[in-house]
């Protein structure tokens, strides 16, 4: 039965459900069979995602003896840097709204608060995947700076017979 549904389910790469959610059989991650794993799930949040004992089953039914598991919650998802000059002027006008309240200066915090509680597009835990259909690379940005290594990644090529095998 598990041959039968891989024929039709197998793939190199699987999102997880539901960030992460257990709710999944070892029959359809058996058949999928990925080499890799990708579970979007945020920070502090209210449930219990990624689920860890989902984590130990995509481990043992991906492909090969060591199949890499992506996870936002786990690469982290924050914020990549603030505006340093922003957070000052926000101190600063606070420490004055404090001494002598102005509609116009509470707008400027309102507005600057605002700026500094938006997202940023490029977050630390965002999972990149990307493929030429002759090889694949499945990477996250590293936390701490560093002169050289930004970037953590695993790569991989399709053999002859078109599976996906890790090289690196």
């Known amino acids: 039965m598990i041959d039968d549904a891989r024929a039709i389910f197998q793939s190199d790469i699987m999102k997880s459900c539901h960030h992460g959610a257990a709710d999944v059989t070892d029959a359809f991650l058996e058949a999928v069979n990925p080499a890799a794993f990708v579970i979007s799930s945020g920070d502090a949040e209210g ?3 990624p689920r860890p004992d989902l984590l130990g089953r995509l481990g043992a039914l991906g492909r090969g003896s060591a199949p890499v598991i992506l996870a936002t919650e786990l ?22 709204l404090a001494a002598q309240p102005s509609a ?3 707008a400027k915090v309102k507005q600057d608060l605002q700026s500094l509680s938006g997202r940023n597009v490029e ?10 259909g002759e090889q694949l690379i499945a990477a ?3 936390e701490e700076q560093s002169p050289t290594d930004k970037w953590f990644y695993f790569q991989y090529v399709f053999d002859e017979n078109g599976e996906l095998m890790r090289t690196d």
């Open 140 to 142: 996250f940005k590293i």
């Open 123 to 132: 977050v630390y835990g965002a999972i990149y995947v990307k493929t030429d």
């Open 47 to 49: 449930h219990v995602h």
């Open 104 to 106: 116009a200066l509470l």
């Open 75 to 96: 690469q982290r998802s924050t914020r990549e840097r603030e505006s340093q000059d922003v957070i000052d002027r926000v101190t600063a006008n606070v420490e004055k």
